[in-house]
T-cell receptor, first 111, second 115 residues
Framework: DQQVKQNSPSLSVQEGRISILNCDYT??????FLWYKKYPAEGPTFLIS?????DKNEDGRFTVFLNKSAKHLSLHIVPSQPGDSAVYFC??????????FGKGTRLSVIA | GAGVSQSPSNKVTEKGKDVELRCDPI?????LYWYRQRLGQGLEFLIY????????KSGLPSDRFSAERTGESVSTLTIQRTQQEDSAVYLC?????????????FGEGSRLTVL
């Protein structure tokens, strides 16, 4: 049973527009959430995180929103750039447990 | 180098053979993780080492899988009597610790193909 779900396997966005990647989770004990970005033939790299005591965290063009009541988080990228094209993984953890990852969403930003 | 290093980057083996995958974590990182990604799937947790504590092996899919870590350095993931369903990219990651702020730094992975 997947605890972290990314229901959209792919997303296509025009350059300059907003990209919104969604993630749902089932474990209400998760207290830390992260987004990782992965290019082909490379390992995932950390992008942005949020703890459960916050509902928003912003870093440049990237913003993560957390809705605990809905067990939902989203990553907003604005403006989207062609270099943002990658697979984005949502991940969550409970206390000191290892991160649980979703299946990923492939973002294509079209010039 | 400064990052997590994994070897081999690619391994093709025949069903039934044993394989060993190696991971060199970032120096000073006490936590080390193995994940795998099968085609079309997310990252699946396998095993985790934290300092001198007993490893968390809860993600290992069968007793054919084992891993060792020497102190706070190199780790080896061993798969015995490989099966075709073991084909995946095996990713190693390290971090300064766990829990809040425990950002993982991943290697490039070892792609295993079992024929």
């Amino acid at each position: 049973d997947q605890q972290v779900k990314q229901n959209s396997p792919s997303l296509s966005v025009q350059e300059g527009r907003i990209s919104i990647l969604n993630c749902d989770y089932t474990n209400s004990m998760f207290d830390y959430f992260l987004w990782y970005k992965k290019y082909p033939a490379e390992g995932p790299t950390f992008l942005i995180s949020i703890s459960s005591i916050k509902d928003k965290n912003e870093d440049g063009r990237f913003t993560v929103f957390l809705n605990k009541s809905a067990k939902h988080l989203s990553l907003h990228i604005v403006p989207s750039q062609p270099g943002d094209s990658a697979v984005y993984f949502c991940a969550a953890s409970e206390g000191n447990t290892p991160l649980v990852f979703g299946k990923g969403t492939r973002l294509s930003v079209i010039a | 180098g400064a990052g997590v290093s994994q070897s081999p980057s690619n391994k093709v083996t025949e069903k039934g053979k044993d394989v060993e995958l190696r991971c060199d974590p970032i120096s000073g990182h006490t936590a080390l993780y193995w994940y795998r990604q099968r085609l079309g799937q997310g990252l699946e947790f396998l095993i985790y080492f934290q300092g001198n504590s007993a490893p968390d092996k809860s993600g290992l899919p069968s007793d054919r899988f084992s891993a060792e870590r020497t102190g706070e350095s190199v780790s080896t993931l061993t798969i015995q009597r490989t099966q075709q369903e073991d084909s995946a990219v095996y990713l190693c990651a390290s971090s300064l610790g766990t829990g809040l702020g425990g950002e993982l730094f991943f290697g490039e992975g070892s792609r295993l193909t079992v024929l």
